[in-house]
């Protein structure tokens, strides 16, 4: 498979405008996808926070099965605070702003006892397509932020007020580098990368043979696929779904969006891409 890499040239201007407004913050909201937490860790990001306490957000908590609980536990197992939710969800506000809150409540009886009453601010990171600009529109109670269902949506620096705390809403940012390819194609599949930088063959092949290891029943149920190589499942994929070209022959490429449809709006099921052992040595 070719590398995937994608670090465009707002990034690094993104990048840059975080750091010089982390001052104006009290804290930051890390969103990761609840589907694979580890691969939407950026821990560029982790970094530029310091000493801001940090809120971890698995959002997409709809898409992601009960493995993804497991996950939740190690996050905060190794000290951090997290929680999951589904931001289009608006049963889901009460438990994010619970959690906003609890992040400065220190902070915010401190300044209660000198007699004042301030407005906490929350700069609100992650890589793109995560959900951001969704988690803040339902905190705001309206459409306020940018949203879409691909990389890239939110381009510049978006101050939303809601009720008791402003957010920052930043560009979706990845790391200037991969270093782990397995957790980069977590994020190809999610749609966190451009899919126009992408080799989609690949990508759908390599999650075929990804589901087929860890969810070969829900590949039987949509498409009638039992086992075989990647280009196995593929054609047996077209047959079902009845993608063929003029001779009978195999249409890939309708194929393999399909798939990489059908997986992105849930339509296989809850699934959760990452394990265990992916989180484990992250530093939250």
């Known amino acids: ?3 995937i890499q994608w670090f465009p040239g707002h990034m690094t201007k993104a990048m840059r405008m975080m750091e010089e407004h982390l001052s104006l913050v009290d804290g930051i909201v890390f969103v990761l996808d609840a589907r694979c937490p580890a691969a939407s860790f950026n821990a560029r ?5 310091r000493q801001k306490p940090v809120l971890y957000v698995l959002n997409k908590g709809d898409l992601a099965d009960e493995r993804a609980d497991v996950l939740l536990k190690i996050i905060r197992d190794a000290g951090a605070k997290a929680v999951k ?5 608006s049963g889901s506000k009460r438990d994010i702003t619970g959690a906003i809150e609890n992040l400065v409540a220190e902070k915010r009886e401190k300044a ?3 007699g004042y009453n301030r407005i906490f601010r929350f700069m609100v990171a992650g890589v793109p397509n995560t959900g951001k600009s969704t988690l803040i529109n339902l905190l705001a109670g309206n459409k306020r932020a940018e949203t879409g269902d691909k990389a890239g949506v939110t381009r510049g620096k978006q101050w939303i007020r809601c009720d008791g705390f402003e957010l920052l809403d ?6 200037p580098a991969f270093e782990n390819q397995y957790l980069a194609t977590h994020l190809a599949y999610v749609g966190s990368v451009n899919d126009d930088i992408l080799d989609m063959d690949d990508i759908a092949l ?25 280009l196995d499942m593929l054609e047996a994929v077209c047959v079902r779904r009845g993608f ?10 309708r194929a393999e969006r399909a798939v990489i449809d059908d997986f992105r709006k849930g339509k296989l099921g809850r699934i959760t891409l990452d394990t ?7 530093k939250f």
């Open 276 to 282: 265990p052992d992916d989180i484990k040595g992250l």
């Open 206 to 230: 390599a999650l075929l043979a990804e589901l087929a290891g860890k969810y070969p029943q829900r590949l039987l149920e949509r498409y009638g696929v039992e086992g075989g190589t990647p």
């Open 170 to 175: 930043t560009p979706g940012t990845m790391p």
């Open 85 to 89: 939710i589904n931001a289009v969800n």
């Open 244 to 253: 063929l070209l003029r001779g009978g022959e195999y249409d890939y490429e």
């Open 1 to 3: 498979m070719k590398t």
């Open 45 to 49: 990001l982790k970094t530029m926070a």
């Open 112 to 114: 209660f006892e000198k």
